[in-house]
């Protein structure tokens, strides 16, 4: 393997991620310990695997360097070969606490957890070792932290090999497996794979994959090799295709009952003995795999293995997976192995991309709305690097996840100014997190360009320095006395219903403003909390104000939390609301409650707005690029399009100024005479008295259909 990035960028990633080098020591050179059965407490691990297996010494070894480490008071107790039940089993018994450890694959706790589908992504990963970096380091930890929500604590990530195709013919290109019936496990992501590439995929039990093959049920089948050698596949099949395109990863996982009862002294040992295993577990697998490529080739199966051409030709074909499977493995976990396995690649090229920073909320309440804005992004990123990208050089989207927490906000923007390859970055959803962010902009010099996030002061800030924030979205000065004359379209006593931080504060006083230009003031003022739970001093508030329409400043979870509230409290409300709760999950959480009830929100795009020929050639570039229609996955389209012309209105800027130095990017933003977008026309987008792209005349009133798409309120059935 080439050097796995440059000093420079090696000390980046150690700074970023964190990951840890083990020695490479032999399974021998560990501790057996033998300690007394009637001393100390036992701790019971199962697994599904043989003693003999690379998993099953592993799950040994790292009995004996417990009980070593903690000197026979805590010892633990290895039963394998699933003699504590099946893998669905003994995890349930984990959760329970009725067993201690569990060590299962992965593609068994997607079932609980589908974020654990990541090492199943095909052609994902660049090489084994990039993987095992990735599982050792933030990814692998961010994908462990989330089997807490289960009553689990994930140790490490060990596997039993990466998959291989096998079948009665050489499989050197995708359209090799065009039309092959090919055995799979019950898994949509290998469904959807195999289907991507023009074969019928057949779920059968593990146990009956080789007489299905060897009777022609099926054509080909993916495994490791130990599964292929120990289930006899190699006996009925004439062709091993080593392609290494996926990782049958398995996850090390403690009770957190058990976890809870240890001392921290005795779960920082556990946590330690796993991870030392981990290095050790894999190097056995690669010396038993040598082996059993030996005892395939002698059974007479030819042995092809893939080039990196014809990888990537693979890669090529299957990259929108891991995006369309982005909502169930996790923004937060794909962006961050986006990030890193692109400066992987900076370390493997002689030229370097045009990198565009992305800073949002990919992992909490506003996760539906910062995936919106990242796939406008890469669609304008796709299309612009087709066309032979700017200045000469590709662009690329680095991500990284802000949790709508504003110090993390301003954290990110730092890590991301601090590389001179990122030329900008976007910002995301919440006007908290990017208030934050605008003084650092300023102060480091760096173009900070806004998709979403509506807090008036964004842009107008007093400062004695040219100002780097851009914004293309809604303005509060104007989107506020927008809702209040829609609310008075409705009725004319108001309830302001308000976020209860810097976004709902900041709009208040346009709120204010326009209704007494109206004559009317507000019957009820109520600030919301975020998290709120306790909804009965509002419905209260709201029973004795006694309001004609409700005005929303809210987000999606706080606003599903209200709409439920008055449902069950039988109250008829017609509610006009900013688009904060297009951002999340408002319409799941809301499904079944009456229709009348769904509140109308602001909203800037809409493809039904545009004309047709302008519309279907977005939508077919999506697809080209997720396998989805953009109406289909219900992301709130707004995002989508306003960070789809900003990257655009970026390259425009870049090119104008002749070079990615951010002084110059930023004064050529304030002199873009014109750009067609998919929003509108923009004439003069950014001038230095005024960065907002868009104007109160682009506003407009839609709502969830019965489908839970966003479309213009005129159109809605």
Known sequence: MKRFVSPLIGLLLCALVGWSWWPALHFAQLPVAAPSPEHGVVLRLGHNMPRASALGMAADQFAAAFAEATKGNVRIEVFPEGSLGNDLEMVEKARSGALDLVLVPTAKMSLFLPAMQYPDLPFYFPTPELLYRLLDGEPGQLLLAKLRAFDLVGLTFLGNGFKQFTANRPLYRPEDLEGLKVRVMKSRLIQEQFQDLGAKPLAIEFRETRQALADGVVDAQENPLAAIVAMGIHQVQSHLTMSDHAYLAYVMMASAKTFAALSDGEQTRLMQAARAITPLQREETGRQEQRLLEQIQAAGVRVNRLSAAERHRFATRLRHLPFQFEESIGSDLLSKTEELLQLWQMGQNSISDIVIGLDTDLSLSGTMGGRSIKRGAMV??????RAGGVLGRKLVLRARDNMAIPGRGEENLRVLAADHSVVAVIGGMHSTVVKGQTAWANSLKIPLLIAWAAGADIVEQDTQVASHVF??????RYAGPFLVDKALEQGTSVALIL???LW???ILPYLQERLREKNRVPVLVDWVNRGE???????EALRVSRPDVALWVLNADEG???LRAVAEHRMDLPVISHWGITGGQFFEKTRGLPAVLHPSFLHTFALSKLERSRAQAFQERYRELFDQDPEEVHLPQTGMAHAYDLIHLLAVAIRQAGTTERAAVRDALERIPFHAGLIKNYRLPFVPAHHDALERSD?????????GAIVPLEVVP
């Open 380 to 385: 304008a990123i796709e299309e612009i690097n």
């Open 533 to 539: 739970s306790d909804w009965g001093g509002h419905m």
């Open 499 to 501: 976020e209860n931080t």
């Open 471 to 476: 914004r293309l979205s809604a303005n509060d």
């Open 504 to 506: 709902g504060r900041s």
């Open 560 to 562: 599903a939390g209200w």
């Open 699 to 707: 506003y407009f009133l839609a709502r969830f259909d019965p489908g």
